[in-house]
């Protein structure tokens, strides 16, 4: 598998080649090239700020479409718990579960069941393992893992080593159909996570700490929400009593939707949860300067608010987090806890490990050579950051020319003033008059 | 050999929520440089404290920064009060901080012995009335 892929695409059709998303991204990863926007695959984290800044819809989620669902014999979805804060006056989350199996899957595994798995876990290392870095980074957003690796190398020790709750969750799911189904083999089952966001979509097809994932397709919430809507109506109208008892997790694993719900679900008050990816660049840039070292966990979303305000959800976040508060209120704590079936699904099987994107090159004189080189062309831009070279900042500019990717005509304001050079050495050239025709006592024209 | 790597960064003073800024800065021309994410982390944990010192102690000054093959050297200088008695200046703990500094969570005493725990070399130039300029550097080792 591409070493690269990502969980974003381009309608070039749509895209006008503007400066939304290359102003947006947090690694600048975008330049606009031909008219168009292109992204650096190294440098890109999945965040998704380009899909959501895109005012013309060119920049478009990667997953897979419903259809996919025929694929398979027997279908497994795994629900995130974002999905639950996406409906009006729900007041049973067993209507949603049993929504799924009326829409075509078989069988339903909440990833809500495998966080609250995550976070048993969690506490048991928090407390047993001392020689752990202080304090933990939550590895559950995939952005943000992303982002760590390519900026923050020092934190890679801090991620805690689990693998995040969908991966934990497609590989307990799986195991059950195995032992109840015997007859089917590996490409008849289909385990398909219904996600809020598109870096989770990068996670299942190239994931990071373990070799493959156990998620076959990933479905957008979005996608499958108007579905949902029409078989609810019928099974709500049935009553309480006789909807089929699906639900499986309490408060703790249904509260990492929001930011925050990983952490609480810690026990401890000693936490630091932030959401949106340049408050979690803040927090990493401080931990990194050992300036938060007195904490014992940070949890990071990249999307605000948490995987509710994932780019692929319906709702506004904060109504769903809302929504969410309501739902939990009379569930259980947690209802699942830790065993010894889940040692071999839950720990990291692969570090995740640095990948110096930023870097102007191996050798380091060089690299010494080409900061000189940049700052000295950066000391000749403008600095208005106008993005009409197609990068995102005269910083950026500046890099790409000193990595050969751009040049500092570029710049408009540059070829503006080579401009005004060309015009005054086209007045000198007019006032030119030959040798032959020229008077004895004339002036020498000046040099062109 | 290529040309030694000159920065120059002007310090703001009486303005905490910039305090950090030159040192966020260089911390970005340091990863570009490729270098050891260990050595980063001193260079800017030192370069903050003194950034920090300046704004609350000295109203501002400027910091210059040098990168060759083999270290990065830092000369913060300032017009501000001086530090009257420097080996006291240089005990963990000791703060002359007034309480709505510390209670921005600054002047914990941590600054100047941050300081020489994360530089290889260190020294502090002060005469009282007249301005401190403050020496680090830090070697590079086998980068």
């Given at each position: 598998m591409s070493k690269n892929l990502h969980s974003v695409t381009l309608d070039s059709e749509k895209c006008?080649?503007?400066?939304n998303c290359i102003k947006r991204c947090p690694t600048q990863a975008i330049r606009v090239r031909n008219g168009k926007a292109s992204i650096i695959d190294e440098r890109c984290?999945?965040?998704?700020e380009c899909i959501r800044v895109c005012r013309n819809h060119a920049k478009l989620p990667i997953y897979d479409p419903l259809?996919?669902?025929?694929?398979?014999?027997y279908k497994v979805a795994l629900p995130a718990?974002?999905?639950?804060?996406?409906?009006?006056?729900?007041?049973?989350i067993d209507i949603v579960l049993n929504a799924l199996l009326s829409f075509g899957f078989d069988d339903v595994f909440e990833v809500a069941k495998a966080a609250e798995i995550v976070s048993d876990r969690t506490r048991t290392i928090m407390e047993e393992?001392?020689?752990?870095?202080?304090p933990l980074i939550s590895s559950a957003c995939p952005a943000v893992v992303r982002l760590i690796r390519v900026?923050?190398?020092?934190?890679?020790?801090?991620?805690?080593?689990l693998n995040a709750p969908i991966e934990l969750a497609a590989r307990m799911a799986l195991a059950r159909v195995q032992a109840a189904r015997?007859?089917?083999?590996r490409e008849e089952i289909g385990i398909i996570f219904i996600s809020p966001c598109a870096a989770k979509v990068t996670a299942t097809r190239n994931?990071?700490?373990?070799?493959?994932?156990?998620?076959?397709a990933v479905f957008a919430i979005k996608d499958i929400y108007p579905h949902l809507l029409s078989f609810m109506k019928t099974i709500a109208l049935t009553g309480d009593e006789d909807i089929p008892e699906v639900q499986g997790a309490g408060r703790m694993g249904i509260s990492?939707?929001?930011?925050g719900g990983e952490s609480t679900a810690l026990l401890s008050e000693n936490y630091l949860a932030a959401d949106g990816i340049e408050n979690v660049i803040k927090v990493l840039e401080d931990l990194e300067d050992?300036?938060?070292?007195?904490?014992?966990f940070i949890e990071l979303n990249a999307c605000v608010a948490g995987c509710?305000?994932?780019?692929?959800?319906?709702?506004?976040p904060y109504v769903a987090n809302t929504r969410i508060k309501k739902l939990r209120?009379?569930?259980?704590?947690?209802?699942n806890h830790f065993t010894e079936a889940e040692r071999g699904k839950i720990g990291w099987e692969t570090p995740v490990r640095f990948d110096p994107?930023?870097?102007?090159?191996?050798?380091y004189s060089e690299a010494l050579e080409k900061m000189q080189r940049l700052k000295e062309i950066l000391d000749g831009?403008?600095?208005?950051?106008?993005g009409s070279c197609g990068a995102p900042t005269c910083a950026t500019l500046a890099e790409d020319v000193v990595r050969g990717g751009?040049?500092?005509?570029?710049?408009i304001f540059k070829l503006r003033d080579y401009v005004r050079g060309l015009v005054s050495d086209m007045n000198r050239l007019e006032g030119f008059i030959p040798p032959p025709f020229r008077a004895p006592d004339e002036p020498e024209p000046g040099q062109c | 050999m290529p040309k030694n790597l000159k920065l120059h960064y002007d310090i703001s003073g009486e303005d905490y929520t910039r305090a950090g800024e030159a040192s966020a800065q260089l911390k970005q021309v340091l990863r570009q440089l490729g270098l050891s994410s260990s050595i980063i982390r001193r260079v800017s944990i030192a370069m903050y404290e003194g950034e920090i010192n300046m704004v609350i102690h000295a109203n501002g000054g400027t910091i210059d920064v040098e990168i060759d093959s083999a270290c990065v050297s830092l000369i913060l200088k300032d017009t501000g009060?001086?530090?009257?008695e420097i080996d006291l200046a240089m005990k963990e703990g000791y703060s002359t901080a007034s309480e709505s500094v510390r209670s921005?969570?600054?002047?914990?005493?941590?600054g100047l012995p941050n300081m020489r725990k994360h530089s290889d070399y260190m020294k502090i130039d002060s005469t009282p009335g007249v301005g401190t300029t403050v020496y680090m550097k830090i070697a590079l080792g086998e980068e």
């Open positions: 006008k080649g503007c400066i984290i999945d965040c998704g259809s996919t669902l025929d694929k398979y014999k718990p974002a999905l639950y804060g996406q409906f009006n006056y729900l007041d049973n393992d001392k020689a752990l870095p202080h900026r923050f190398p020092e934190l890679l020790s801090h991620l805690l080593p015997p007859d089917l083999s994931p990071l700490s373990t070799e493959r994932s156990e998620v076959d990492w939707c929001g930011s050992e300036r938060l070292l007195e904490l014992d509710v305000g994932g780019i692929l959800t319906v709702e506004n209120r009379f569930m259980p704590i947690s209802l994107v930023l870097k102007l090159s191996s050798d831009l403008p600095g208005l950051d106008c751009a040049k500092e005509s570029d710049c | 009060p001086g530090i009257s921005m969570g600054f002047g914990a005493g941590m």
